[in-house]
């Protein structure tokens, strides 16, 4: 009979930033373990509960036994198993009698076995029916299994104290105390971790009272909520703060889904009180206070329509209570010395200015073999000097933004919230009276910071942080730290991104390879360096073929003008939409198809000339392709240099009937030297005329 499974271990308070992966792993090993073992009928789902102080999962549709199954297993080989009189051997004797032991049957003679073709062989095979298994069997070994796997951030070794294991150590993510197993009413007599099975579990600490004996499986949460004041289901608890911070804030609620994840899993019964806190405090920068209370005391910040920060904010408290003044005085008094911390660091900082800090950086170390954060600084200082120069942008700008981008990292806050770099550098430029692009380019150096985020709103800013990269990839690279497979300690994939991101999406004129090669001359003299441009050049082109395709861009139309290896990216867009819109034609497929083949030819024929002898067009039909070809020239060189790429490409449609002409009618290698060599200047031509946009062989099928 298929009833609801009810699994829960009750332990010690768990860790709370792993509670909601260790909650779904519980829950997704024990119903694939039973699934495997075939316990499940059609339509069972998996429920996963997870608290501070448990893990558990409810399975619907669980069988009380698995159904018997026919096996056919191999017994010997033929050539082992019988002799030549066709009798059995001794070999054949001893395994019949272990398959007996192992089956169950009385005796298993040679006559029960049957004789099949086993690859180039022939081999006797047994079939028999096993019978099922109990569900308390079977699911004991997933338990184990499941407990065994489970992503424990850092195991505990303990003793348990009571019980039949009293004595044995243990190993688990906390202590655990009780193990609830029911399929459907019945207690299944499992044993884990040093604990017997039963029906009892407990609920809130001060909220409920003593054990709590659960009917049957399928009242679990339920009895959970009304005798324990628990709410078991991790994603319920989540959302009811949700819903609760946003019903009790006047203002804007700041909820990072990570803090939300975090604080669901402190609490089991979840209630939102408001406080408050000094007026005097919001002198501080708003970032410095919302990561104070958010990371060290899990609260919600409030901002009104504006983003601008409140003196309120909002806690989630484990416990329901008429004396909820006395647990609002002690959180408003935790967390006024957080709020005076950040206040005094932040006056300390503005005592010294960062130009003042920047020698400092020398006592930093970057990295061994590349020197410390102020030879870092003036690289990326030079670097950002020759893009502000290609840019056109403002080099004394560039040159001050980049000199102070990482003097913020020897300021007190900064050392205290290691998030706030560039920040914080931001807030702390502004007061020294740093020009205003200035003091935001220490800030937008980093960015983007991860994908998705903002790229620099300034010239300064765009400037500086792609010298920063830049310096990060070339440098790191150069001295073989490369990223390998799923490594990539330096955040280099990152760092690639962000320079393609900002060259695509900024549309800035300057070539990749001057960007690599300006890059790699800043650390000239330094002997643990090699340029590692080839390398670093592919690596980039892979990275801009998977933000291509994040834009919806089929793999043909990207590898088209990938392929190309193109220089600037500032028109790349432009040039997938044209090679989008020419694959639409009709002319399109034979175009794609016949560029291949050229491409082929030219392969095969290196050196190839370029100028066409109109003397030697003997055949209609490369005469006819050659003015052709004439004919749009002017055409598509004029559209390729306005960047009209669509009308470049539409306009090769045209020479689809001469194309197909020619290759039908002419023998591009002719026995006559001259002849096939003015041929193949005519199909280089074509060649070039087809690929200027894009390589439109890609496109073929």
């Keep these: 009979m298929s009833q609801t499974l009810l699994i829960e271990i009750f332990t010690e308070e768990l860790p709370p930033k792993a509670l909601a992966k260790l ?304 647990i609002i005085e002690g959180n408003e008094r935790v967390v006024r010395p957080r709020l005076s911390d950040a206040k005094f660091f932040f006056e300390q900082d503005k005592k010294k200015k960062l130009a003042e800090r920047v020698p400092l950086l020398a006592n930093v170390v970057y990295h061994n073999k590349l020197g410390d954060q102020l030879q870092r600084t003036e690289r990326v200082k030079a670097l950002a000097v020759v893009i502000a120069k290609l840019l056109g942008g403002d080099v004394a700008l560039a040159e001050r933004g980049a000199l102070l981008a990482k003097a913020d990292l020897l300021t007190d806050m900064v050392g205290e919230f290691p998030e706030l770099q560039g920040i914080m550098g931001n807030y702390y430029a502004r007061h020294d009276g740093e020009a205003d692009e200035v003091a935001q380019a220490v800030s937008e150096h ?29 440098g790191i690279w150069g001295i073989g730290l490369q990223p390998t497979g799923d490594k990539d300690p330096f955040a280099l994939r990152r760092h690639a991104l962000g320079i393609l991101r900002m060259l695509l999406e900024k549309r800035l004129p300057v070539a990749l390879s001057q960007l690599l090669a300006n890059a790699a001359r800043q650390f000239a003299g330094n002997p643990n360096f090699k340029d590692p441009g080839s390398d670093v050049l592919p690596f980039l082109y892979d990275r801009l073929r998977g933000l291509l395709r994040e834009r919806g861009y089929a793999q043909n139309e990207i590898e088209a003008v990938v392929a190309q290896q193109p220089d600037r990216l500032d028109n790349i867009i432009e040039r997938l939409d044209a090679v989008q819109a020419f694959a639409a034609l009709p002319e399109a497929e034979a175009l794609a198809a016949a560029n291949k083949r050229i491409t082929n030819i030219l392969k095969k024929t290196e050196g190839a000339g370029s100028t066409v002898s109109t003397e030697l067009l003997r055949d209609n039909a490369e005469q006819a392709l050659f003015a052709a070809m004439n004919a749009i020239k002017p055409d598509v060189d004029a559209a390729f240099a306005n960047g009209d790429f669509s009308t470049a490409l539409k306009a090769l449609a045209q020479l689809r009937q001469n194309v197909d002409g020619f290759f039908n009618d002419v023998m591009v290698m002719a026995g006559d030297e001259q002849l096939r060599n003015n041929r193949l200047a005519l199909l280089s031509n074509l060649h070039v005329m087809l690929n200027q946009v894009a390589d439109i062989s890609k496109l073929a099928a």
């Design 23 to 326: 909650g779904d792993a519980f829950a997704s090993a024990i119903f694939s373990g039973l699934k495997a073992h075939d316990f499940l009928d059609d339509g069972a789902l998996a429920t996963a509960f997870a608290t501070p102080r448990r893990l558990a999962v409810a399975i619907s549709n669980v069988r009380a036994t698995s159904p018997d199954k026919t096996m056919r297993e191999k017994v010997l080989p033929v050539s082992v198993a019988l002799d030549a009189e066709g009798k059995a051997t001794a070999p054949l004797v001893k395994k019949l009698a272990a398959l007996a032991a192992q089956t169950g049957a009385a005796v298993i003679t040679p006559s029960d076995l049957e004789r099949a073709a086993d690859g180039k062989n022939e081999s006797l095979f047994y079939r028999y029916t096993a019978k099922g298994v109990a569900l308390q069997h079977g699911l004991q070994t997933v338990l184990e299994d499941t407990v065994a796997m489970l992503p424990i951030p850092k195991v505990m070794s303990y003793q348990r104290q009571h019980g039949h294991a009293a004595g044995q150590t243990v190993r688990f993510v906390r202590p655990a105390h009780r193990l609830l197993a029911l399929h459907g009413e019945h207690i299944l007599p499992l044993t884990l971790l040093g604990l017997d099975a039963d029906r009892l579990t407990e609920g809130h600490r001060f909220l409920s009272q003593g054990e709590i004996a659960i009917t049957d499986a399928d009242s679990y949460a339920a009895t959970l909520a009304d005798a324990g004041k628990v709410i078991a289901s991790f994603t319920e608890r989540k959302e009811k703060i949700r819903g609760a911070l946003l019903e009790t804030a006047a203002d804007q609620v700041l909820m990072p889904e990570a803090l939300l994840d975090e604080v669901a899993a402190l609490v089991e019964w979840p209630v939102v009180y408001t406080c408050k806190f000094e007026d005097e405090f919001l002198s501080v920068p708003q970032e410095c206070l919302i990561l104070t209370m958010q990371t060290n005391q899990k609260y919600f910040a409030l901002t009104d329509n504006a983003g601008k920060l409140r003196s309120r904010f909002l806690i989630v408290s484990n416990l329901a209570t008429d004396a909820r003044q006395y």
């Design 446 to 474: 980093y960015q983007p910071r991860f994908a998705g985020d903002a790229l620099p709103a300034t010239g300064t800013g765009t400037a500086v942080a792609l010298a920063d990269k830049l310096e990060t990839l070339i």
